[in-house]
């Protein structure tokens, strides 16, 4: 292995740990601030007395769906994964392209979260 091909891989293996990383972090930070608000509304703030119960509708569906895209990215990171792997075995080279949907879900998951929590 000449030291191009070392670069790449450490590259490669350094993106891997951030994006696993990303979602980790992302799928706790979303999970957490979902019990904190249900746990805040239970013991702190009971449910009958709250005055903008829209607002924390909207929070807990935005940690949900910061969620849900979390795992739409997983799967399409897997299949994308997947798809590289069977070219690298058939040689075509020219068929490796990246995903153009990870980084906008991605994208929304930071917004999503980001809202959620400025909402709740």
Same mark, same amino acid.
């Given at each position: 292995?000449? =030291?191009?091909?070392?670069? $790449?891989?450490?590259? *490669? @293996? =350094? %993106?891997?740990?951030?994006?696993?990383? *990303? =979602?980790?972090?992302?799928?706790?930070?979303?999970?957490?601030?979902?019990?904190?608000? $249900?746990? *805040?509304?239970?013991?702190?703030?009971?449910?009958? @007395?709250?005055?903008? !119960?829209?607002? %924390?509708?909207?929070? $807990?569906? $935005?940690?949900?769906?910061? !969620?849900?895209?979390? %795992?739409?990215?997983?799967?399409?990171? !897997?299949?994308?994964?997947?798809?590289?792997?069977?070219?690298? *075995?058939?040689?075509?080279?020219?068929?490796?392209?990246? =995903?153009?949907?990870?980084?906008?879900?991605?994208?929304?998951?930071? !917004?999503?979260?980001?809202?959620?929590?400025? %909402?709740?």
């Amino acid at each position: 292995m000449n =030291d191009k091909e070392k670069y $790449l891989k450490d590259l *490669f @293996e =350094d %993106l891997n740990y951030s994006i696993s990383k *990303f =979602d980790s972090q992302t799928l706790a930070i979303s999970g957490g601030a979902l019990g904190f608000s $249900l746990t *805040f509304i239970k013991d702190i703030v009971p449910f009958s @007395e709250a005055i903008h !119960i829209s607002i %924390l509708y909207i929070s $807990l569906a $935005l940690f949900i769906l910061t !969620i849900s895209f979390e %795992l739409l990215g997983h799967h399409l990171s !897997i299949r994308q994964i997947s798809n590289s792997i069977e070219s690298v *075995f058939e040689e075509k080279y020219d068929e490796l392209k990246p =995903d153009k949907w990870i980084p906008k879900i991605n994208a929304s998951m930071i !917004i999503s979260i980001a809202i959620g929590i400025f %909402l709740n």
